[in-house]
């Protein structure tokens, strides 16, 4: 009798943690900015090497010691959206996030994020790898709005990118596992 009363004295005060904690918890945790960098600690290379690189196709550049990993489901974007590449530095523990086309060529072009609440617009033109970061940070942030209208700028029109959530969705999976490759996340 007493080791029934004593399941329900603590096990109604875990199963209300546990539900407050799941409650409370935030859809998209934020980017530590503090610790927005290239270095990447051998615990985060170990986690991204054992569990998120087989979401990846994996290209190794000999001349550069790099590894490139694409994500294959970018395949789906429009031709003029823009493809996000993770860039991996062994040699220098530092991985790099970079804009590209489907070719494969840098990414020139101007791109545009509008929501409600705010508006951003980055030519992408000539960026450097923490620029190139910044930018993506930025996009991590409003990439969580509903509202979220991406275009980007081709032949002086306007075109939609990433306008439906799968979409969305791949990005928000490259720029997570990016982040927390780099220990922002």
């Given at each position: 009798?007493?080791?029934?009363?004593?399941?329900?004295f603590f096990g109604l005060p875990l199963i209300a943690l546990i539900v407050l904690v799941l409650?409370?918890?935030?859809?998209?945790?934020?980017?530590?900015?503090?610790?927005?960098?290239?270095?990447?600690?051998?615990?985060?290379?170990?986690?991204?090497?054992?569990?998120?690189?087989?979401?990846?196709?994996?290209?190794?550049?000999?001349?550069?010691?790099?590894?490139?990993?694409?994500?294959?489901?970018?395949?789906?974007?429009?031709?003029?959206?823009?493809?996000?590449?993770?860039?991996?530095?062994?040699?220098?523990?530092?991985?790099?996030?970079?804009?590209?086309?489907?070719?494969?060529?840098?990414?020139?072009?101007?791109?545009?994020?509008?929501?409600?609440?705010?508006?951003?617009?980055?030519?992408?033109?000539?960026?450097?790898?923490?620029?190139?970061?910044?930018?993506?940070?930025?996009?991590?942030?409003?990439?969580?709005?509903?509202?979220?209208?991406?275009?980007?700028?081709?032949?002086?029109?306007?075109?939609?990118?990433?306008?439906?959530?799968?979409?969305?969705?791949?990005?928000?999976?490259?720029?997570?596992?990016?982040?927390?490759?780099?220990?922002?996340?």
């Amino acid at each position: 009798m007493k080791a029934n009363r004593l399941k329900w004295f603590f096990g109604l005060p875990l199963i209300a943690l546990i539900v407050l904690v799941l409650v409370t918890q935030p859809n998209q945790r934020p980017i530590s900015k503090a610790k927005l960098g290239f270095k990447v600690l051998e615990s985060d290379a170990l986690f991204f090497k054992n569990l998120r690189q087989f979401y990846y196709e994996r290209e190794v550049r000999k001349d550069a010691d790099f590894e490139l990993f694409r994500h294959p489901d970018q395949i789906q974007f429009e031709p003029n959206a823009p493809r996000l590449i993770i860039v991996n530095n062994w040699k220098h523990d530092e991985a790099y996030l970079l804009f590209e086309t489907k070719a494969g060529t840098p990414f020139e072009q101007v791109i545009r994020f509008d929501s409600n609440k705010d508006s951003f617009e980055y030519d992408l033109s000539g960026l450097n790898a923490a620029e190139q970061q910044q930018i993506a940070v930025n996009l991590y942030d409003v990439l969580k709005s509903k509202d979220l209208r991406c275009s980007v700028l081709s032949k002086n029109e306007w075109y939609p990118i990433w306008d439906n959530e799968a979409e969305r969705g791949v990005v928000r999976m490259i720029l997570k596992d990016y982040f927390k490759l780099t220990g922002s996340l």
